[in-house]
């Protein structure tokens, strides 16, 4: 699944490749990807000769600005990937959503199973529309709606990278919260854009057990955390991102990160710092891998 890194790649790529470029036509080949506005032929009409002005990103979501102030939001979720295909490229038959550029080339939205989300939405606003993954009933009255885009993203936690994210804010942060470190850190709430992959390795290189309790932390610790998470986000968008399966940049191909990954998808592997097997463990049903020495189990009480 595309954590920060990857959709960084994406939306850095897409900066390069169809910045400037305008939108002629939408064609939808899967009506439950977009979000915002339905149905679907509403979407096509309402994008069609928009003009992309610049690409950037937002926790896990890819953001297009269009030149009248229009934000297109596309969450890649578990298999998405944005692709921009020059003319005469053979047709995707998982292109969900096709966007023909006036210049000839398509900027390709590709999704084997089908979990992303597109939305388009008015510039600005501030109050949440919430994970918008409830029932039909739900999802219909969402895209009806007209969200702002400011509203879209005022239920995610801080971007790790940016200035204001520091080891003071997140100090402040962990000393409220008695959760587990891994399931602190996949919270969205909590900190934006940090997923499984990353999780895992920020963790080992900070030698701290994944359950241990955010509040537990010492001073030490938590400027530890604070550098490593900051710094495994850092490598993988310098390394195009961890690809295992179906991520690949706008440009089509993988990221150079998964093999450079230390503890994520390396069980019973030696750990790069002792020599040690790493295991695996399920932590709120996700997939967890640490090195049972580097990274010491919590306590369970004080007693002397
Ligand atoms: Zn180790």
Not at 102 to 114: I, T
Request: proline content about 6%; overall charge positive.
């Amino acid at each position: 699944m595309p954590e920060l890194p990857e959709v960084e790649t994406v939306a850095r790529d897409l900066q390069r490749l169809v910045a400037g470029a305008t939108i002629r036509d939408a064609t939808v080949h899967w009506d439950r990807t977009i979000r915002h506005p339905m149905p679907a032929e509403r979407f096509a009409a309402e994008i069609a000769g928009a003009s992309i002005r610049r690409v950037d990103r937002r926790a896990k979501t890819v953001l297009l600005h269009l030149a009248d102030g229009r934000v297109m939001t596309v969450a890649l979720r578990m298999t998405g990937a944005l692709i921009v295909a020059d003319p005469g490229t053979p047709p995707d038959p998982y292109a969900r959503i096709v966007f023909a550029l006036e210049d000839g080339r398509e900027l390709r939205y590709r999704d084997v199973r089908k979990f992303g989300r597109i939305g388009l939405w008015p510039g600005g606003g501030l109050r949440s529309v919430g994970a918008g993954r409830g029932a039909r009933s739900r999802r219909v009255e969402e895209g009806q709606r007209r969200y702002r885009i400011g509203e879209v993203f005022s239920g995610h936690g801080p971007e790790p990278l940016t200035r204001s994210f520091t080891s003071a804010r997140f100090a402040e942060r962990l000393s409220r919260r008695s959760a587990k470190l891994k399931t602190l850190l996949l919270d969205q709430s909590f900190i934006s854009g940090v997923g499984n992959i990353y999780a895992d390795e920020a963790l080992w290189r900070a030698r701290l057990h994944p359950l241990r309790a955010a509040d537990t932390l010492d001073p030490a610790e938590i400027r530890r955390l604070h550098r490593t998470v900051r710094q495994v986000l850092r490598e993988g968008i310098v390394n195009r991102g961890s690809s295992f399966s179906d991520y690949v940049g706008a440009d089509g191909e993988p990221g150079a990160n998964a093999e450079r990954l230390a503890v994520y998808r390396r069980t019973d592997q030696p750990c790069y710092r002792c020599g040690r097997r790493i295991q695996r463990i399920v932590v709120g049903q996700r997939s967890t891998h640490f090195c049972p020495h580097c990274q010491r189990e919590p306590v369970a009480s004080d007693e002397p």
